[in-house]
């Protein structure tokens, strides 16, 4: 039989992962619109080369 306190207490740190993964996600999306923007990331030669 599961205990219902410990399966919330799994829950509510499931979501607490959930909610920093998507704050990293939108960390890592900000800094690269930002190398791009500034030209200094590591994929300027590539997109220069193809336009």
Request: proline share 2%.
């Amino acid at each position: 039989m599961f205990d219902i306190n410990s399966l919330n207490g799994v829950a509510s740190q499931l979501l607490a992962h959930r909610r920093q993964i998507v704050d990293i996600d939108h960390q890592l999306s900000t800094l690269l619109n930002h190398m791009v923007r500034s030209n200094r990331s590591p994929f300027a030669h590539l997109t220069r080369a193809v336009q």
